[in-house]
T-cell receptor
């Protein structure tokens, strides 16, 4: 089957670092995506990992371990505007569809 | 310059009615998608078209019928609307390769009363 697990909510302080974890199970795995979604808005792309390791992009980094079915999104120097839902999504199956987790609602506090 | 646009943004209608949502992308992508995001914010794929051909058709009631007149457009028609159809419907597009991110439209908030 296909399954994505991530924490429902997290809270962090402005200027701090936060790590959002995601575990996944999918057949024909073809990559792991992270999207950001602010309330009432569309999801926007943050990162894509298909090989093991860390991909860094400014304040955001994403890590993948294919053998463990595990990924995390690391947000550094948190800003108030980073308060949003972070969606983990695994691509797989015969049609390469994206299976989304329920999202992690991150609240950044002053 | 709108990349993926959807109309209407809000749709309030009564049970039993038929409604359509339109989607257009000007990114030159060849794959388009419809997603449903329910009240718990769970985003689920419904359909995907590649070059006007249906490639993903999840277990969606056949009251939902997608139509792709060309690569840049993907519309969603819903017959006999039910209360449970209330959700936000997102259109998205991408290039074909799995590594390409999907660009989402602003969403259509459908409320069935």
């Amino acid at each position: 089957g296909q399954n994505i697990d991530q924490p429902t909510e997290m809270t962090a302080t402005e200027g701090a670092i936060v790590q959002i974890n995601c575990t996944y199970q999918t057949s024909g795995f073809n990559g792991l995506f992270w999207y950001q979604q602010h309330a009432g808005e569309a999801p926007t792309f943050l990162s894509y990992n298909v090989l093991d390791g860390l991909e860094e992009k400014g304040r955001f980094s994403s890590f993948l371990s294919r053998s463990k079915g595990y990924s995390y999104l690391l947000l550094k120097e948190l800003q108030m505007k980073d308060s949003a839902s972070y969606l983990c999504a695994a691509m797989g199956g015969a049609t390469n569809k994206l299976i989304f987790g329920t999202g992690t609602l991150l609240a950044v506090q002053p | 310059d709108t990349a993926v646009s959807q109309t209407p943004k809000y749709l309030v209608t009564q049970m039993g009615n038929d409604k359509s949502i339109k989607c257009e992308q000007n990114l030159g992508h060849d794959t388009m998608y419809w997603y449903k995001q329910d009240s718990k914010k769970f985003l689920k794929i419904m359909f995907s078209y590649n070059n006007k051909e249906l490639i993903i058709n999840e277990t969606v009631p056949n009251r939902f019928s997608p139509k792709s007149p060309d690569k840049a457009h993907l519309n969603l028609h819903i017959n006999s609307l039910e209360l449970g159809d209330s959700a936000v419907y997102f259109c998205a597009s991408s290039l074909t390769s799995p590594s390409y991110e999907q660009y989402f439209g602003p969403g259509t908030r459908l409320t069935v009363t």
